[in-house]
């Protein structure tokens, strides 16, 4: 007789090949939306337009709202850090110059730093399995990385940018340690909303004190606004959500290792860039690293 019993394990092993090809693609609306538009203006109207849009689902969806102060607050604070702060930085940092190599080598630190604040914060033990997984993804992500960087010239890189680039990884970070800790109950939508009130909260007044009008309105612009708003907002902070309710910390970090290796894929299948031997074999040790550190 046959059980529905393996349907929830099927259902929970499909959101990292969801989410992890979600997140590769904010690199390619990046890249499609900053010759267009101010990356702080832009990232405000993209938080404002995702929370209106999962505010108007959750009423419909009549979901239950948090009944505490810290209900409320606790969401918007990871907002703040998961989105505010670091998508404002990364996109910032971008269009100032920061190689695109060096700013996902920088993203590719989020699961190291998350493994080693996970004990002391949230009393997580990271074992040695996992650890090595994550070691194990970190260098299969330097290597895809390692023709980028090779042809880069290091006294080109910015050193601001870069500064910005890191402060940004350390905000998620301790958002999504944050979220670990605060964050298991309530209902998930309602959560995902009010986290992008949060990433408001940050990213209009950054655009306000630091941001400019400049705006090219071209297709790339809004087909980027709205890929941003839909699949990489929406539909990616709902699956990182889920899967972090789900699994250790340390263990779910440790997808942002298969960021760069499918972001590498996509922009050879969308601008022709070129994937090296040394690509391909980074992108089997990140696979090889995530498997290891999920299943420790």
């Known amino acids: 007789m046959l059980t529905s019993a393996p349907r929830p394990a099927l259902a929970a092993g499909a959101l990292p090949v969801l989410f992890v090809p979600i997140w590769a693609t904010g690199f390619i609306s990046a890249r499609a939306v900053i010759p267009h538009a101010d990356p ?176 090219d309105p071209v297709a790339p612009l809004w087909l980027g606004l709205a890929w941003a708003i839909l699949v990489n907002s929406v539909a990616g902070i709902l699956l990182l959500l889920a899967l972090i309710r789900r699994g250790a910390v340390a263990g779910v970090a440790a997808l942002f290792f298969l960021v760069p290796p499918v972001a590498a894929v996509l922009g050879y299948l969308l601008f022709g860039e070129v994937l090296t031997p040394v690509q391909g074999a980074g992108m089997a040790v990140a696979a090889v690293g995530v498997a290891v550190a999920s299943r420790a």
């Not at 605060?182 to 009130?197: E, R, S």
Request: aromatic letters at 6%; a positive charge.
């Open 40 to 215: 702080l203006g832009f990232t405000a109207v993209r938080f404002t337009g995702v929370a209106l849009l999962l505010a108007l689902i959750a009423v419909a969806s009549r979901v239950r709202w948090p009944g505490t102060r810290a209900g409320w607050r606790d969401p918007m604070v990871a907002g703040f850090l998961m989105q505010g702060i670091y998508l404002s930085g990364v996109f910032w940092a971008v269009s100032r110059g920061l190689p695109a190599g060096i700013a996902a080598l920088v993203g590719s630190l989020q699961p190291l730093l998350t493994a080693l604040l996970a004990g002391p914060l949230l009393g997580e033990r990271v074992g040695g399995r996992r650890a090595l997984g994550i070691l194990l993804g970190f260098a299969g992500a330097g290597l895809v990385l390692a023709p980028k960087l090779g042809a880069a010239d290091p006294s080109g890189i910015p050193p601001v940018a870069l500064a910005v680039s890191l402060v940004a990884v350390l905000a998620l970070t301790l958002g999504t340690l944050w979220q670990k800790r605060t964050g298991g109950g309530g209902d998930l939508l309602a959560n995902a909303t009010l986290q992008f009130v949060g990433g408001m909260a940050c990213a209009i007044p950054l655009a306000l004190a630091f941001g400019h009008a400049t705006i």
